[in-house]
Structures are given as structure tokens and as C-alpha cells.
């Protein structure tokens, strides 16, 4: 299916911030730069995170329920280049990336300015993406006063 230009365009129009999400499943760790992530609801608190089905990591999510939503900042666009280039199929994102765990055992990166521990509680599958419903298990705000780092496709593919 070829997508019109004008749709494409349109949606680019859309502002996003920038997201390291991370997971874990079996000892193993995995992120992905993602932009696809939204607040749904407050009571539980609950996000939904986007992520295509040819991700490593969305085999990852789906086999362990866990994720980790790490927000950037402004000055960390190499931070979302690293998970965002290239596969976790055949390279260890975190070597040398230092990191802690929380609840669910996914990374939080330690450069991130906040931080979300979740358990996916639902999915729904969203044309070549799935929409992961997660609930907000314990979170954090590591820089207060920094900008969240939003997404330019030419910043990263330059």
C-alpha cells in the first residue's frame, strides 16, 4: 500500500517526544528509540506505548508483559540514535550504557529525565505496530528542570 504524500506530510505535523523504551525478558536486556508513547488514564495510570512488529524488542514486550518508558532530554538525542539504529538482535544495546532496574527488571537509564516501570496490561494490534497498554508500577523524575527531547526525523537521520 503506497500512502499518500499529503498524509504522510500531515502526520509528520505531529509533535512527539523522544522515548528510550526498554525491557527485559529472560536475563536479557533490549531498548528501542520510540516517539509513539501517550498518557491514558490517571486512575490506574496507565501510558500506551506504539511499537512495530519488526522490533526486537516488540517480540521482547510481548513475551515478558514488562516495559520501561525512559524520557529524554534535549541533550540527549545521541542517547535516542544509539537504541534507535540499530537492532538488539545482534548487538547489546547496554554495553557500556549504564543503567538500574526497578520493579519489573527493565533498564532505566540512568542520562534519561524521567522514567516509567510498567506491565503491560492489554495490547491491540494497530496496523504494522501494536498499541501496548501499560500500567505505571513506579516512576521517576531524575532532571526536573530539563526539556524533553522532541522528535525531528532530520536530527536523527542526518
Not at 536475563?27 to 522490533?55: C, D, I, K, Q, Y
Request: hydrophobic fraction near 45%; include cysteine.
Amino acid at each position: 500500500m503506497t500512502i499518500k504524500k499529503d498524509i504522510l506530510d500531515a502526520q509528520h505535523s505531529i509533535a512527539h517526544g523522544v522515548y528510550v523504551i526498554s525491557t527485559v525478558f529472560k536475563e536479557r536486556v533490549n531498548a528501542m528509540t520510540a516517539a509513539w508513547v501517550a498518557r491514558a488514564s490517571f486512575e490506574p495510570p496507565l501510558l500506551t506505548v506504539a511499537v512495530g512488529h519488526a522490533r526486537f524488542t516488540h517480540s521482547m514486550i510481548t513475551s515478558s508483559g514488562v516495559l520501561a518508558v525512559n524520557v529524554l532530554g534535549s541533550d540527549n538525542l545521541e542517547t535516542g540514535r544509539h537504541f534507535g539504529l540499530k537492532t538488539g538482535r545482534r548487538t547489546d544495546k547496554f554495553k557500556d550504557v549504564p543503567y538500574d532496574v526497578k520493579v519489573t527488571g527493565a533498564p532505566i537509564l540512568r542520562d534519561c529525565i524521567a522514567w516509567m516501570d510498567c506491565r503491560v496490561v492489554d495490547s491491540v494490534e494497530a496496523g504494522d505496530h501494536t498499541v501496548f497498554v501499560a500500567e505505571i508500577l513506579e516512576a521517576g523524575v531524575l532532571r526536573r528542570q530539563a526539556d524533553t527531547l522532541i522528535y525531528s526525523r532530520e536530527d536523527f537521520f542526518r
